[in-house]
């Protein structure tokens, strides 16, 4: 196209572009049926429906604390929780809700002791099994270390934990917050419930221009193009920004414990008294890096694999950023088959 | 063919705004990386925290001083809810703990012990999403 043509363009793709980026919140994300099993403060475990379960073993999926499960379900035709039931699994999801202020008491060991064990308990009574998979993604895969390593043995078969930071000193978030000068106490002090747009803002501050110019730059000539980018766009922009609040007490143990003192790979972090000591995973394990992951760089993840006691331990590195690799649009093809395939092989009776 | 070769200028000026956004981009993050932007985002976190406290203070001040439920009020009110919810839920807990135990010990009709087979979540809310 010439390029008279193109500038004819702009005024509409102008247009077009606003009308995208105005109707994000119209989106339609988690859209596959589901049913409220279980509440209790602001969780929610929810089980998907499906027609056909083949595999025995259920599969719960926890997400992180700062941002809504429903990345696990982004949008028809690609959806990780439609892909699981397509694959017979039988499908449960924890929704750590929208803490508010009343929620500031809720620590790293109420989500782990609490909600997540009342949550593995409900999924087991729900399914009618003695066991489950746990699979658990960024702060989400965390907790559910924790959780494996408090409760070795019992509910859990399998643990998949996909871009999960266990030893994040070496991360551009050590480096912002990890330091003297960053007062954690300061800020849970003064936010009951630490805002979500707040720690919203720093990530996207780790690749600002990526975040904040190409971006938009690459949706504007997309529309330039003649493409519509608003199936594949908007509904990955509106989880984006959704941002739940982090409760001020997990907000200052997470960063305390985890980028200020490192605290869970030296196996010294204690919760309700008890040490969580990671050398005491049993589970059969799966651990998913992505090479170009700024927010949970691989190097922070794989020294997990040296110090668990499980016999099964996989890892899988592939190529994808934090989120990308899970959500993009090749992880249909590329690693929810992989996924599929390791847990089909482990969850039989 | 000489002709074919000649870069279309469109293509040549989008092509080095390509350039110039990807050493933006490069630059951007290796000064984020700094430890002095993190002192600076650690500085910028904190004025911004401690500025909303006072104005939220301040905001409950005027509420209370009305006679009005504050946010405060609100969310003391809530903490009390959630405290109650969690002691129901392991009562909860315990009786089906105790409910179990006494199906597992009671004897059937047919001189078996009754064992719990029902699979089906007790406290279903029903609502769909």
Known sequence: MSAIGTLARVPRATFEFANVILTIPDASIGQTPREVVWTHRGTTLYRYRSSRREHAIPVLLVFALINRPEIFDLRPGNSFVEFLLAEGFDVFLVDWGVPGEEDSDMGLAEFVCDELHWAVRETLLASGEEELTLLGWCIGGTLCAMYCAMYPVGAVRNAVLLTTPIDPSGSLYARWVGHD???????????????????????????PVTNYVTTYRLLFQSILDGKDPRTGYQPMAKW??????????????????????????????????????????????????????????PAGTVPLLDLVASEDVTHLDRPGGHIGLMAGSKAKHELWPELADWLSDRSGH | ??????????AHVHELYEQAESRTAQAFEELVSKPSFGTLLARSAENVAAVTRISSDIADLVLRNLRLAGRADVTRLAGQLHRTEDKLERLLQKVEELHDELARGRPSANGSSVVRTDTEPRRTKGASS
């Open chain 1, 181 to 207: 000068e960053f007062d954690v106490d300061l800020i849970a002090d003064s936010y009951a419930a630490v805002p979500g747009a707040g720690i919203d803002m720093a990530n996207k501050l780790m690749k």
């Open chain 1, 240 to 297: 984006v920004a959704d941002n739940p609040p982090f409760p001020s007490r997990a907000y200052r143990e997470w960063i305390t414990w985890m980028y200020k003192e490192n605290r869970l790979v030296a196996g010294r972090v204690r919760l309700r008294g008890e040490r969580v000591d990671l050398g005491r995973i049993e589970q059969n394990l799966l651990v998913v890096t992505a090479g170009a992951d700024h927010i949970a760089p």
């Open chain 2, 1 to 10: 063919m000489a002709k074919a070769s000649t870069p279309i200028p469109e």
